[in-house]
């Protein structure tokens, strides 16, 4: 089955919050351009259209930021009718299978919002850091004022509609040393998939203030408690999914992961900014990485290109002591963006290397009892 998945970032960096970890505010600093504006009608309209032209079985549009919201309701509401369109003047006998999903800080949110969302299926994303004291230190306002009350009342909009909703928590020192205080509040919350990224440092680490670090020691202590809590809350049968814990169990299951960064070697994304540029993933939105735009190019000629190739090439690099580790056959490195050497040569070892081994030396076997259980 043919899958095409497609990043959209319809406003770029444009945000109404300035939480203290952005990476993608960091990011596009460092960009000859650094504001890429609003993604207008006609550029939706070209992306839809090439989108099609890969004919495969299964579109996947996802919208991220900065905030998604920005680009207001209607831009929204024009994506899904041009793809309804494209749908019923494709010429394939069976239509390709259509999934959106956003992730937003739930912030503009309303009751138009919500019901647009269960309408279209849309799954959505809440950008969460799970304690109020946590969020509030890190996801706020341009005058430093906390947001978690509004969160909670965008929430609260789309649970009243009955919208498919995840929750994304960004992993720092902070996070790591309430990582009960975070599971329990999101479970609480009724949040049954949750995702943990672990802090991205900035292009210049020198800029991070150490209150937003996020030391190996901190992350391995982070991810045994949660596991922790997740491995308890599976015994019981109240099942949560932590999507990297999830995707552990698929690997050792002899399934493929869902994400990305557990692959070992990066695919091409299509990161799709708001001026049409093509990206191979949204942590590479930089001058050298930029596939092409969709008003000139097609995305299967952007993919068999020769920036796609070299980014792939690039990602194929092993350090010698991963070969050898006891956890590489899970770990697979890790997600490229932590590996980065900040340019000079080859992929180092992933930052939170050690963090990884305490981990797997950990929780080890439960993962394996859990694959051994799916695969009977």
């Not at 005058?143 to 969160?151: N, P």
Request: proline share 4%.
């Amino acid at each position: 089955m043919k899958k095409a998945f497609f990043l959209i970032k319809p406003v770029s960096g444009n945000c109404n919050l300035a939480c203290h970890y952005c990476f993608y505010r960091d990011l596009l600093e460092h960009q000859i351009i650094h504001n890429f504006g609003f993604m207008d009608s006609s550029t939706v309209d070209i992306l839809i259209e090439r989108a099609f032209e890969l004919d495969a079985d299964i579109l996947t549009f996802v919208f991220q930021g900065g905030e998604p919201t920005l680009a207001g309701l209607p831009y929204f509401e024009h994506f899904v009718k041009k793809t309804q369109t494209c749908t019923k003047s494709n010429l394939r006998h069976q239509h390709p299978q259509i999934n959106f999903s956003i992730q937003t800080n739930a912030i503009a949110l309303n009751t138009e919002w919500a019901r647009f969302f269960k309408r279209e299926s849309f799954l959505v994303g809440i950008s969460i850091d799970g304690a109020r004291i946590i969020h509030d230190t890190y996801r706020t306002h341009y005058d430093g004022s906390g947001t978690w009350a509004e969160v909670m009342h965008g929430i609260e909009l789309l649970r009243k509609e009955g919208v498919l909703l995840n929750a994304l928590c960004v992993v720092t020192d902070f996070a790591a040393d309430n990582a009960e205080l975070i599971y329990n509040r999101l479970r609480n919350l009724g949040f049954e998939w949750i995702q943990f990224i672990p802090w991205l440092p900035p292009l210049k680490e020198e800029s991070v203030l150490s209150s937003e670090l996020l030391t190996p020691g901190a992350y391995a202590h982070f991810l045994k408690a949660i596991f922790d809590l997740y491995y308890q809350d599976w015994l019981h049968g109240s099942v949560v999914h932590v999507q990297w814990f999830d995707n552990l169990v698929a690997i050792a299951a002899g399934m493929p992961p869902e994400s990305c960064g557990m692959l070992g070697c990066c695919p091409v994304n299509f990161t799709v900014e708001a001026n049409g540029s093509v990206f191979p993933c949204d942590f590479y939105v930089s001058d050298e990485w930029c596939l092409g735009n969709i008003h000139d190019l097609s995305f299967q000629s952007m993919k068999e290109g020769i920036i796609a190739h070299h980014f792939i090439e690039r990602s194929s690099y092993i350090d010698p002591s991963c070969r050898i580790c006891f956890a590489f056959f899970l770990c697979r490195g890790g997600c490229r963006r932590y590996r980065e050497p900040f340019f000079d040569g080859k992929l180092k070892i992933n930052r939170y290397c050690t963090a990884f081994k305490e981990f797997f030396q950990y929780a080890g076997e439960h993962i394996m009892n859990m694959a051994a259980f799916y695969r009977n």
